[in-house]
């Protein structure tokens, strides 16, 4: 492993839990920062610094173009969804904006069912891809880079995924729109997310549901972590509100947190040039699979899931494209 990323996760501590239902958090604590100056994506759009919009008037279903108008770089996290323009979109990877530039970046589609302009700039609706599907997207994109050299993830069978998780929790969007789920589900999202909260020096989170490891996301800088905390926890509780059982009982023990740390300790540290700037290192052990962007030798953000049975691997009529066969203006 990368020795940048070994000297991080040796500064990392496990905090006293939180825990409401089947949804517990382990506060990763350090003094750790990594001195890189950014805004967050969230930041940028608010501030319009940055423009997001469809790469041309025809659009590209797996890319959007960024123009990134401020004076300092914009972080775009793995999972942030895009709102607008011809459909709705996730990024597939954390990526670093330089200053003062323009780049097209990978993302794939969560809403199935549209493919018409709702205005032509994309906007931040403070919302994250849950747990579960940045888990499969993350060991789909580790396969694309190895074969391909290519940030991808299966776009059908995402599309297929998000379908099955409105129905298992009875909801109804007419496009197909992971946005529907997060809104239809709101009331009770908010019954888990006001129960967390930041504590000090906390750069990240152990996330843990019914029990088990989920992921961990961790960042160099500690504000970092508190800006898209809210949209983080929402992901993870999304998934937990999915499988929720009043009628089990689901203890939080830090052993598992440990051995997930260890485990992530362990993993092989596959370098890939980043979208933008730094290193985009794909992690993998026995158990666990992920990225961490590194930049200048400092950790950027790292985002680490449990592997568990990839839906990408176990669905029929599965598509998965070349990069450059993606490209359409067809209706969905």
Known sequence: ??????????????????????????????SYRAAVDYITLDEAINEDLIEVTEVDETGSVPELRVENRHSGMVLIMDGDELV???????????????????????????????????????????????????????????????????YLADQGVLWEQISRKAS????????GAMA???????????????????????????????????????????????KVFTKLLDS???????????????????????????SVRSAKANEHPS???????RLESRSTAGFALVLDGRVIHMSVFRKTRNPWNNTRNSRMQRFSQRRTNRVY
């Not at 006001?194 to 019914?210: A, C, T, W």
Request: glycine share 8%.
């Open 1 to 30: 492993m990368l020795q940048a990323i070994e000297e991080y996760l040796s500064t990392l501590k496990i905090g006293r839990k939180q825990v409401y239902k089947n949804l517990a958090l382990f506060p990763l604590l350090s």
């Open 84 to 150: 607008g323009a011809k459909q709705n979109r996730i990024v597939n990877t954390t990526i670093l904006i330089p200053p003062k530039s323009t780049m097209v970046i990978p993302v794939s589609c969560v809403e199935e069912g549209r493919w018409h302009y709702e205005g032509k700039r994309f906007r931040s609706e403070n919302r994250v891809l849950s747990h579960e599907l940045r888990a499969a997207k993350a060991g789909q994109v580790n396969e694309n880079l190895r074969a391909h050299g290519a």
């Open 168 to 175: 298992r929790m009875r909801t109804y969007s007419p496009t």
């Open 180 to 226: 529907d789920i997060y809104e239809g589900n709101r009331d009770m999202l908010s019954d888990y997310t006001e129960k967390f909260s930041v504590v000090r020096d906390q750069v990240g989170g152990v996330f843990m549901i019914n029990g088990r490891v989920a992921g961990m996301d961790a960042f160099g800088r500690a504000d970092t972590f508190e």
């Open 236 to 262: 993870y509780a999304l998934d937990a509100l999915d499988i929720y059982d009043e009628n089990k009982d689901t203890k939080a023990l830090k052993t598992p947190v440990t051995s997930f740390l260890k």
């Open 275 to 281: 979208v933008g700037l730094g290193t985009d290192c």
